[in-house]
């Protein structure tokens, strides 16, 4: 049977490389598309762990991962913050969302007070200067380094050419920050913010001083920044919806590609099969041969598809600022779609190739 498997293969090299393709797409939608949701969001959440505050202060249309450049806190809950017992710092952070530079993704640009925002986080800056006009900006290390920018350089915000005037350190918050004056006037949102970064003077007590938070200021969002969880697919609105649309997708075009391709395949050896049931071969044996086959060419579109996933998930990650993180589990996921869809796709054409009656099989030109 495997000779014979690997015969029909080979006869039709053009066929066999058309299905490959198609399975090796579905492959790449699971493992690229999923890998760049983690890597984004965790690498977003691990920037935002590392700002040093133990609580944010919020409304309930603002937020970490808020997909909206809504300012709808007023700075001057911070003069409030600091009365509560138990507040050390409190530094306004407002946040605007825009289209990534290189045109993959978003980006999220912060406006901040800059000297109290470093003492909370420990950011330094380690070439340059810090911003002092409204069309000035600083940017972390790593965004200087993809982005090939140094200080002098100009970089699209607001659709505007700003210049950078520092590169920081250490990796806190968004890559690209301004003055939070400035976004505030971008935005038209004066004595607005996004959040409040609260830092305590004993970060064991926190819970307490977020209760007091709540009872001082209720009706706002209080919550402890170390509760922002990691693996986080599944903890974002709308991203559960989006992956398993990607994954009926990378199915359904999987599928199809191997049922045309083995439709067309039984058609053309349809005195083929007459021959082998003319010798005796059964139903189940027919069948074999036909998931065998598919089953092959899915095998191989895996490999494929994953080694192409790999390549384009480290040239993005080497020409933008993006991050990519391929999960074990979702490469599992994306080998047993790939292999699935192979099965699933041969089988109404092999249960047809079996039911062929041998003597009109044998007659057919």
Request: charged share 20%.
């Amino acid at each position: 049977m495997d000779s014979l498997v690997i015969s029909n293969i080979r006869q039709r090299p053009m066929r066999t490389l058309i299905s490959v393709i198609g399975v090796a797409l579905g492959v790449i939608l699971v493992a690229l598309n999923t890998g760049l949701v983690e890597g984004i969001l965790n690498d977003r959440l691990r920037r935002e762990q590392g700002l040093g505050a133990e609580i944010e202060f919020s409304r309930k249309s603002g937020g970490v991962l808020s997909p909206q450049s809504i300012m709808s806190v007023d700075t001057r809950y911070s003069d409030r913050l600091k009365q509560i017992p138990g507040v050390a710092i409190v530094t306004p952070v407002g946040r605007h969302v825009q289209s990534g530079n290189s045109g993959l993704g978003f980006e999220v640009v912060e406006g901040i007070d800059f000297n109290t925002y470093s003492t909370i986080s420990g950011i330094q800056i380690v070439e340059g200067r810090i911003f002092q006009t409204e069309d000035e900006v600083i940017i972390d290390r790593f965004k200087a380094q993809q982005n090939r920018l140094k200080v002098g350089s100009s970089i699209q915000v607001f659709g505007k050419n700003l210049k950078v005037a520092g590169i920081y350190a250490p990796e806190a918050g968004s890559r690209t920050k301004i003055s939070l004056g400035a976004l505030q006037n971008y935005l038209a949102a004066p004595n607005k913010c996004t959040s409040l970064m609260i830092k305590v003077d004993d970060p064991s007590k926190q819970e307490e001083v977020q209760k007091r938070i709540d009872a001082a200021l209720p009706g706002n969002v209080v919550v402890l920044r170390r509760d922002l969880s990691f693996g986080s697919v599944g903890s974002v609105p709308g991203i559960k919806g989006f992956v398993r649309a990607v994954l009926a997708l990378s199915i359904v075009v999987s599928s199809l590609v191997i049922l045309l391709a083995m439709y067309t395949t039984i058609t053309e050896r349809t005195r083929e099969i007459g021959i082998l049931k003319s010798l005796g071969a059964s139903k189940r044996y027919i069948i074999a041969v036909i998931e065998k086959e598919a089953i092959t060419i899915s095998f191989i579109g895996v490999l494929v598809g994953l080694i192409v996933a790999f390549i384009a998930g480290w040239g993005i990650e080497k020409n933008t600022t993006l991050q990519i993180e391929f999960h074990w589990s979702w490469i599992l996921t994306a080998g047993l779609i790939g292999l699935g869809a192979g099965v699933i796709g041969a089988i109404y054409p092999a249960i047809r190739a079996a039911n062929q009656d041998p003597v009109k099989a044998l007659a057919y030109e």
